[in-house]
């Protein structure tokens, strides 16, 4: 019997686990992919919000602005890229230039610190590659960017090194309450569990009515991007957002924690929860805002394009609250943008909910002294001294083996990132770790060389590794 599951291993569940792993209790953390991170974690733009964005006196917008001041803090401990970069919401005419007033008084009202409206000359020094013609911008000093993934696996990692289960490959597919608890049906797995914790994304509504009467729904949202090789990744300095309008939140520009360039998202309602597609027009808009917006870009350099899919909601909010009369099962749902940002702040706050469930169910939460802040951390070859490299290949000869020639990752770094704690089983979990396929070859030369090592050290034969999800088979037969 479990004291706590949570349900969903994307950013929200993963740091929710890992808080509770604070705790001297029994938690089981249940995806139903073949890694975590593999929902809309995987696919979003990557920027710790100032907080300016989200109405008053919403949960999104305490969350946000709550959330960014924990990053710095926990990025540290979990070894996860994380740049507080700034962000410039820009503003080309009068009504843009009345839009970033109403931001900056918003941002005022919810508590965000160290933000101005600056000037076209303030502009030029920050930015200058953006078109002469801006007026003005609002600029925030605590906006950054992060890597999502990274920082969810981070957080996964180090809530199994602090005890929590981590079971993947597990889609809950039924919720039954019984005199103790729940059991849940997972694959083909059944958990008995006290307190359930929802944070199943996309997939929170259908979670929630396995046992609930239905009281929202999600409406899915998809949003796509460009990315381009890092040639253009000092095209921006900070996070350049498009100034918002009805039609949405406004288009970003923005460097990623590795020195690539993204545009996007768009912002497009869609029926299918799994419609990942990228499509003509979509990119077509991001493109064209770019250009709108700088001076210089060079489109040939985009080296893939993807989307990611919004858990929206009707209440436009940020859902988190527990089943109507009960006590032990908590939903986490319509967590949409802001939800990265805001993550660390649902987790502080969902735990204090979880003790509270606890308390009225007379189960204890205490505190358990030997829990570690810190994950082990990665291994980054390339940024280590030249007496540090030699030394490690010294120990371990594969660290003086590169794969992957675009970002420079030896082999030794890939080993260690399938070796570890909740560790990578496909070539895209590999990417996700130590990055070997992100760069402007997009795995054309390493895919197979990742692929043989993933064979080796997982012990199964090289067609039955996977790209990423369940049934992305690369090879079908061995040939000679
Ligand atoms: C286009 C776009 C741009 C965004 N940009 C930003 C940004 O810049 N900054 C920011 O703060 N936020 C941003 N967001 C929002 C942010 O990405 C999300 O709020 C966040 O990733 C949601 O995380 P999650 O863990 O709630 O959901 P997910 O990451 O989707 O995780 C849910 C998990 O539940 C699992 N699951 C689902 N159903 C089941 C089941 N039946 N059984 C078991 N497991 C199940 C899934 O496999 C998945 O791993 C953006 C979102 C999008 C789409």
Redesign the pocket.
């Known amino acids: 019997m479990y004291d706590i599951t949570v349900?969903?291993?994307?950013?929200?569940?993963?740091f929710i686990a890992r808080e509770l792993s604070k705790y001297d209790l029994n938690i089981l953390l249940?995806?139903?992919?073949n890694d975590?991170?593999?929902?809309?974690?995987?696919?979003?733009?990557?920027?710790?919000?100032a907080g300016y964005d989200a109405a008053e006196g919403t949960l999104k917008a305490k969350f946000?602005v709550r959330?960014n001041e924990m990053f710095d803090e926990i990025c540290r401990d979990l070894d996860v890229p994380f740049k507080r970069v700034g962000s410039l919401v820009t503003a080309f005419n009068h009504e843009e230039m009345e839009t970033i007033r109403c931001l900056y008084q918003r941002g005022i009202t919810n508590g965000v610190p160290d933000m101005k409206i600056i000037n076209q000359e303030e502009i030029m020094e920050l930015e200058g590659n953006i078109k002469e013609d801006i007026q003005g911008a609002l600029y925030a000093k605590t906006g950054g960017i992060v890597g999502?993934w990274e920082l969810?696996i981070a957080l996964a990692e180090n809530a199994v090194e602090n005890g929590v289960e981590l079971q993947l490959n597990?889609?809950?597919?039924a919720i039954k309450k019984g005199e103790e608890g729940y059991r849940i049906t997972?694959g083909n797995s059944t958990y008995k569990t006290k307190i359930i914790i929802n944070?199943?994304?996309?997939?929170?509504d259908?979670?929630d009515q396995m046992i609930n009467e239905k009281t929202f729904e999600i409406l899915p949202?998809?949003?796509?991007?460009n990315l381009f090789d890092k040639s253009m990744g000092n095209l921006v300095n900070t996070v350049v957002f498009g100034c918002p309008s009805a039609a949405g939140k406004g288009t970003?520009i923005l460097p990623t924690v590795h020195g690539n360039l993204l545009l996007?998202?768009?912002?497009e309602p869609i029926d299918n929860k799994e419609d990942t597609r990228t499509t003509f027009e979509g990119l077509t808009t991001i493109n064209d805002h770019a250009r709108d917006t700088l001076k210089q870009i060079g489109f040939s350099e985009v080296i893939t394009s993807f989307?990611?899919?919004?858990?929206k909601v009707e209440t436009k909010d940020f859902i988190i609250e527990k089943a109507a009369g009960k006590e032990d099962f908590i939903n986490?749902a319509g967590?949409?943008?802001?939800?990265?940002?805001?993550?660390p702040a649902i987790a502080e706050y969902v735990t204090e909910m979880a003790k509270e469930s606890a308390a009225s169910m007379g189960m204890s939460f205490n505190k358990k002294e030997t829990f570690n802040n810190r994950r082990t951390p990665s291994i980054h070859f390339m940024e280590l001294s030249r007496k540090e490299q030699e030394g490690l290949i010294e120990k371990d000869s594969r660290f003086g083996r590169v794969i992957c020639r675009c970002e420079n990752i030896t082999e030794g770094e890939i080993v260690d990132v399938i070796n570890r704690k909740a560790g990578a089983t496909t070539l895209d979990g590999v990417k996700r770790r130590a990055r070997p396929g992100s760069g402007r070859c997009q795995g054309g030369f390493c895919a197979p060389r990742v692929m043989e090592i993933l064979a080796r050290e997982l012990n199964v034969e090289m067609k039955d590794v996977l790209k990423d999800g369940l049934g992305s088979y690369i090879l079908t037969e061995q040939t000679k």
């Open positions: 349900i969903g291993a994307g950013i929200t569940g993963t249940l995806d139903k992919e975590v991170a593999n929902g809309t974690t995987k696919a979003n733009s990557a920027i710790v919000h946000n959330g999502p969810a597990r889609p809950v597919t997972a944070c199943a994304g996309v997939y929170a259908q979670i949202n998809r949003g796509e991007y970003v996007g998202p768009t912002a989307s990611g899919i919004r858990a986490v967590i949409d943008s802001p939800g990265l940002t805001a993550a």
